[in-house]
């Protein structure tokens, strides 16, 4: 199988970057060292040419795989049982604050049971394939040296034997029940040690792995119902999130395909203002002040930064650059043959006014859950609300950065009443002073949407400025308190929805024929993210029992792991990026809401009485 399913594959990080490791045993997606590095492997987009790290069983024809995270981490197990034995391969990436000799990836293979050979391929490709590499055996390692950035080198070591084989580095091996084999792929630094012993290097790291990420979960607060499920959520949100610069990727791969064959593959590895933003609220829900924290001290320098420009990029490199030109690798063939691969992502020049309504909610509720933001930053918040207040009233991309041109979109202007909202709100909690106007403005942006997006004959609120369709971003409306979600005009917008966007329980974020022009050709499967935003307002509504079954149906479409890609395709195939950060922070917002629900419908009930 030249590409195995997106579903088909487990994540490992170490808080700077994320690897993809499939359940037949290969790293097919790696940027290294960061997010937003050049990819050492991309096998997904390019199965001859991206490069790869396969470890698997030989000579087997039985061979059934399973994989599955050591609980509560992010310790990822690929078994291969077969009748002449079982094998398994342990991946995981130490993170930084359990070891700072720099970024290394290592893999534990281990024959559990029976005699059982294996083979190892490492075969990076650098920069994106574009380069080439010499190989060289040094000192009992291999490593990998790039042609065009000569500082950049890969250490290769193992207690097996390894052989050079052309650029690549390969072995064979047997072991029996009980044996290992060590494989630990490194960036060479200064901080590299030469003369460590490989297995209790390895041992010492995976017990300080798995106790650092068992004792991140042990800190969450959240005991409801499906925890297991919110957890891995959070799991996987943490996965995404920088050590170095406490900002977060929409999601850690580029050019998945939203559509097979189709042209809308994009580059997610930056930090959106929108994903963070809702990323405070769920961390905040669960108990995780220091994460929350450490993005809002990210927010505030981008805040104090483009104060003077304006306006706010609606996304930024890890480090907070704002430059993110795209380009097109020809190069290479796509998954599956989708192109184009994309790197970079031109919407960064796009001008999205709901981003202000994000991030000051998040910043709100910081400053009411977790502690009291600065004068400082309260001062580049001012600066920038004043410019929504002379900028609120005009055109956009929209949430869905669409590129067939600028709407008044509904979600665009729902969300600038939400920054102003939010502001005041703020101020008044704290003793900052505000303009005068800017109550004024809020009432006014309030008064737009029910004058000027509700659509009396189809008895809904519409997508954008004289439109007819609905749009599943409407489904925050009584997320973020603008509406009850028992009004009479939501609950008929509502129904608008559900007849047009909504597949049982799973959600497309939009009619393709009758929307705002996107821009692109080809198709798109159902939006994850908001098949939860709908299951939370099921659950507002006071539809409890239609709002569970949705809600469990709706884990039932997550990956073997507990992962979530962008969309689903027809046949429940993940599509898109992976995993996504705005679906597990919809999961996690949902089941929140959902499981305080129905807590209080318990505590409601009558008891029975004799």
């Excluded at 935003?533 to 149906?553: D, T």
């Excluded at 979530?564 to 195939?573: A, C, K, Q, T, V």
Aim: with cysteine.
């Amino acid at each position: 199988m030249r590409y195995h399913p997106i579903e088909n594959y487990g994540i490992i990080g170490d808080l700077n970057t994320v690897a993809l490791v499939g359940i037949h045993g290969s790293i097919d997606f790696l940027c290294f060292p960061d997010f937003d590095s050049p990819s050492i492997f991309t096998a997904l987009l390019d199965a001859d040419k991206g490069g790869f790290f396969c470890v698997q069983p030989s000579h087997l024809d039985d061979v059934r795989n399973k994989q599955m995270y050591l609980p509560d981490t992010n310790v990822l197990i690929t078994r291969f049982l077969s009748s002449e034995g079982v094998g398994e391969i342990t991946d995981f990436m130490p993170v930084e604050e359990c070891y700072e000799g720099g970024n290394v990836l290592i893999r534990r293979v281990t024959a559990v049971r029976g005699t059982l050979t294996f083979t190892m391929t490492c075969a990076p490709r650098f920069n994106y394939a574009r380069d080439e590499h010499r190989i060289v055996e040094e000192g009992g390692a291999i490593l990998f040296r790039s042609k065009e950035n000569g500082g950049f080198t890969l250490r290769l070591t193992s207690n097996v034997p390894i052989q050079i084989r052309q650029d690549d580095a390969t072995a064979e091996f047997t072991l029996e029940g009980g044996q290992s084999a060590d494989f630990v792929l490194e960036l060479l630094n200064e901080k590299v040690n030469f003369n460590r012993d490989i297995d209790s290097f390895v041992t010492r790291h995976l017990y300080e792995t798995v106790n650092y990420w068992k004792k991140w979960v042990d800190e969450s607060k959240y005991n409801g119902r499906w925890r297991e499920m919110v957890n891995r959520s959070a799991l996987t949100l943490k996965l995404m999130t920088s050590y170095k610069h406490g900002s977060l990727v929409a999601a850690p791969t580029f050019s998945l395909p939203e559509w097979m064959g189709g042209e809308r593959n994009w580059d997610y590895r930056y930090t959106w203002i929108r994903d963070a933003s809702f990323t405070v609220y769920s961390m905040l829900s669960l108990g995780y002040t220091r994460e929350a924290s450490a993005f809002m001290c990210w927010v505030e320098k981008k805040c104090q930064d483009m104060a003077e420009n304006g306006y706010l990029g609606l996304m930024y490199k890890l480090n907070g650059d704002h430059e993110l030109t795209e380009q097109t690798l020809d190069h290479l063939e796509g998954y599956c043959g989708s192109k184009p691969v994309r790197i970079g992502n031109d919407a960064y020049e796009q001008i999205q006014l709901d981003i202000y309504g994000e991030l000051m909610d998040a910043v709100y509720l910081y400053n009411k859950y977790a502690e009291p933001i600065s004068y400082d930053f309260w001062q580049a918040l001012k600066r920038h609300i004043e410019w929504l207040t002379q900028n609120w009233n005009k055109p956009d991309e929209g949430i869905w950065e669409v590129r067939g041109g600028k709407r008044h979109f509904l979600y665009s202007r729902l969300m600038c009443w939400v920054a102003m909202d939010r502001a005041i709100k703020l101020a008044n909690m704290r003793p900052f002073p505000i303009p005068d106007h800017w109550v004024k403005v809020r009432d006014e942006i309030y008064n737009t949407i029910w004058d000027e997006f509700w659509n009396d004959e189809k008895q809904c609120f519409v997508q954008y400025l004289g439109s007819t369709t609905v749009d599943a971003a409407t489904l925050l409306m009584p997320l973020i308190r603008f509406i009850s979600a028992k009004d009479p005009r939501w609950t008929s917008t509502m129904k608008a929805i559900e007849q047009e966007l909504v597949s049982d329980s799973l959600v497309y974020r939009y009619h393709p024929e009758k929307a705002a022009d996107d821009g692109m050709s080809g198709g798109e499967g159902t939006f994850s993210m908001c098949t939860f935003w709908y299951v939370e307002c099921l659950s507002r509504a006071g539809e409890l029992q239609k709002a569970r079954l949705y809600f469990e149906k709706m884990l039932g479409y997550a990956n073997h792991l507990g992962l979530y890609s962008e969309m689903l395709g027809f046949r429940g195939e993940h599509l898109g990026n992976f995993p996504q950060a705005f679906t597990h922070l919809g999961l996690i917002s949902a089941a929140i809401n959902l499981d305080h629900q129905l807590n209080d419908q318990r505590n409601q009930e009558t008891p029975i009485s004799f």
